[in-house]
């Protein structure tokens, strides 16, 4: 407890009489000091005990003592001690008026009670509640360490801080989303600082900020500190405390012992992130080489059953700079949502590249896909904002920026080097669509002509048409568009004819016509696919 004004008035070695301000003795002590000075406010802090004997004061001038005290209330002064048997046989009445015009605490000092007492019994005083406050601090660390190893982990330690804070305690993980809250009630009242949180977490870590009560919410009215979690650069998480009053020297310890236990159980150590890394990626090898079983045998229990359901592949892939680290945040939405959802994930960073392996249909997949559509939807926005592009401009700039994922179709282990060509299909076209996320699904279903468009297929396309588009530029025949009307009738001459309005016999000419400008035979069903896509992939004549 800290010292107060009613403290010192109850020593009975002091034997001080209250003279004014006897309903704020209840105020805390922070110092008691002396000064003679007529104006001693530019040396004040606030919360001091001012010990005077008036040697340089008329303390029975009524405007004089009127003014002194104002500007010792005004300058966070909280009582005033005047000596009797010094410079005034007793305290005079003027000092005693102005100090109950202003509710500052006035205490007579009788002439056998040096200051030197008082400021002997201020100073033992804070240091007995200092000494308090670090055993409080201690005591909190050992109770706080005890429920950080219990089996609830952060929940039971969130509850006995918020004990010993006497407010609320919450968790927030990397993607922002409440873990745990004590009391439960608390649980409503953190949610509603998603956006501070959020703001804390986009600043390096080590970072802190604290709210006023309206951002805590007019309900509860709380003081709230947010501390970032993580000893790298990236925030691995958010501590948030409520209480009524800032945080006193226990409190303080007890919130940054918290931080350091919840910062050991939210990251893990190096060694142990490396070592784990490097199995991840070598059970990922092993299932790619259509080895399920030693997968199985080298993860032991790590995956739990996930090499022995259907899963999914996603291959992620980042653009050159990646400003925003946005695959870094996917594979921590991807392991923050299987650990929240209790189920097994494999994880693992490839360069520019992010591999996951999730269970089909489970809260890792589907926290990425969501994830990928909200970069996706971030995207389009920022493209409906620039002017003088055109819609091409805009997909290509999309793509340019963030991440690009590719995800398989279901499987299971033994097929998962065909998962793995899957997402990587997926994620090629991802790219060339300028999309954040495309599915197996959506390419196997979808038509193929989309994925011509690709400045090497058009490029291959007008070589193999330049000879026929040349031709048709003499004004000697429409080759080009009587392959195109042959071709689409699946060489039947009579119905290609009618749609060009020609003899079938002309046609007949004009399809040798192309055999020999191109040397190839058209009875060649490979060649007339390339043919058929390539007429597919540009746009005509009027291109050229």
């Known amino acids: ?200 977490r986009e600043r390096p870590a080590p970072a802190s900020a604290v709210l006023g009560p309206d951002a805590a919410g007019a309900e509860g009215g709380d003081r709230v500190e947010l501390q970032s979690l993580g000893s790298g650069r990236r925030t691995r998480g958010v501590l948030a405390v409520g209480t009524d009053a800032p945080l006193g020297t226990a409190g303080r310890y007890a919130v940054n012992s918290a931080v350091a236990l919840l910062t050991l159980t939210t990251e893990r150590s190096r060694a142990l992130q490396d070592a784990e890394a490097r199995l991840g990626a070598a059970v990922l090898r092993m299932l790619l080489a259509d080895e399920p079983g030693h997968a199985r045998a080298v993860a032991g229990e790590l995956y739990g059953a996930l090499l022995d359901e259907p899963f999914r592949m996603l291959v992620a892939e980042a653009a050159d700079t990646d400003p925003e680290g946005e695959l870094g945040v996917l594979a921590d939405t991807a392991e923050t949502a299987a650990s929240r959802a209790a189920e097994p994930v494999l994880v693992v960073p490839e360069g520019e590249r992010v591999v996951v392996l ?82 197996h699904e959506e390419v196997a279903t979808g038509s193929v002509l989309p994925l011509l468009a690709d400045d090497a297929v058009r490029a291959f396309a007008d070589g193999l048409l330049r000879a026929l588009h040349e031709h048709d530029a003499t004004g000697r025949g429409d080759l080009v568009a009587s392959l195109r009307a042959w071709l689409a009738r699946h060489g039947q001459w009579d119905a290609a004819a009618a749609d060009l309005g020609v003899h079938r016999h002309t046609l007949r000419y004009r399809m040798r016509r192309v055999e020999e400008i191109l040397g190839r035979s058209l009875d060649d069903p490979d060649v007339r696919m390339e043919l058929w896509l390539a007429l597919k992939a540009t746009t005509g004549p009027s291109s050229h």
Request: aromatic share 4%.
């Open 358 to 439: 999730a269970r089909d249909g489970g809260a890792a997949v589907a926290a990425c896909v969501a994830y990928a559509r909200t970069v996706e939807a971030r995207r389009g926005a920022a493209g409906a904002e620039r002017d003088g592009r055109d819609a091409r401009d805009v997909r290509d700039g999309g793509a340019a920026a963030g991440v690009a994922v590719g995800l398989s179709a279901p499987t299971r282990p033994a097929a998962a080097g065909a998962a793995f060509h899957q997402a990587e299909q997926a994620l090629s076209v991802a790219r060339r669509r300028g999309r954040a996320l495309v599915e």
């Open 1 to 200: 407890m800290p010292l107060t004004l009613a403290s010192l008035v109850n020593h009975s070695a002091l034997r001080l009489t209250v003279l004014a301000g006897a309903d704020r003795l209840d105020t805390p002590v922070r110092w008691a000091h002396v000064s003679e000075l007529a104006d001693p406010v530019p040396w004040m802090e606030g919360g001091e005990l001012l010990l005077i004997t008036a040697m340089k004061i008329d303390a029975a001038d009524r405007e004089e003592m009127r003014s002194y005290v104002r500007r010792l209330v005004r300058a966070g002064v909280v009582g005033l001690g005047f000596a009797v048997g010094v410079n005034y046989d007793e305290v005079p009445g003027a000092l005693v008026e102005a100090a109950a015009e202003e509710g500052l605490p006035l205490l007579e000092v009788p002439r056998r009670t040096p200051f030197l007492a008082i400021t002997k019994a201020v100073s033992a005083a804070a240091a007995a509640d200092q000494y308090h406050a670090v055993t409080a601090g201690f005591e909190a660390q050992r109770e706080l360490t005890r429920a950080a190893l219990a089996p609830e982990g952060p929940a039971a330690l969130l509850a006995r801080l918020a004990v010993h804070l006497g407010g609320w305690a919450a968790l927030y993980d990397a993607s922002g989303a409440v873990v745990a809250a004590a009391p439960g009630w608390a649980a409503r009242r953190a949610a509603r600082l998603g956006a501070d949180v959020k703001r804390l």
